[in-house]
């Protein structure tokens, strides 16, 4: 679910249980500690990010739970 | 991937350190997934996937050491239950909550029923959008 590709992050996250405004809410809210550039698959959205300050190795993971937390 | 339980819906992945359940979501709807994964958010990275017609894979991952995944996905079977359960009751009761309602507001205004039942009268339509409601 997440990768890493040479340095670059990314998270991979279902259409059918995130919808594009929780994303960018949340990418909106983390924008002040990472940079994101969101694409999209026929099924999930794919964020690459770059962390601003230090790589923080559980980012990905807190931003995934972030935007479960915005479903609610 | 190592199966935790006799159903084989549960499975450890140690060197990740992570659990991954597969949910029938006809026996568990989305709703109750969110509810049950939401209690665990503090205790876990936890990551929905899969498709919510066929199978809902739920991904949990422990924050710290002071929880292990196994425990995790038993605490979220529990959860799963607790929630479905509510959900059951909650509809069951849904008349008798309408009900109580219904007399709570009859009680502080009556007018309120006059109200609504002058605009039946009047628009039959309205009655059956409520009803449908």
Known sequence: ?72 | MEKLSALGNIELNKEENYILFSINPKIYSLDIIRAAAYILLDKAYILLDGNPEEKILVEIRPKSKEHSPQTLAMEFNNELLNYSVYKAQSEKNKGIRELLLQRILFTNNPEFFKEINERDDQNPAAKETDKAE
């Not at chain 1, 991979?12 to 919808?19: E, M, Q, R, V």
């Not at chain 1, 809210?29 to 698959?41: A, G, P, T, V």
């Open chain 1, 1 to 72: 679910m997440i990768k890493i590709q040479q340095q670059k992050k990314q998270i991979k996250l279902n259409k059918s249980f995130y919808p594009k405004e929780i994303i960018l809410a949340a990418i909106n809210d983390f924008s002040e500690i990472c940079i994101f550039l969101l694409k999209e698959s026929d099924n999930y959205f794919l964020l690459d990010f770059e962390p601003k300050i230090e790589d923080n190795p559980d980012i990905s993971n807190e931003f995934c739970n972030y935007c479960l937390g915005l479903l609610k």
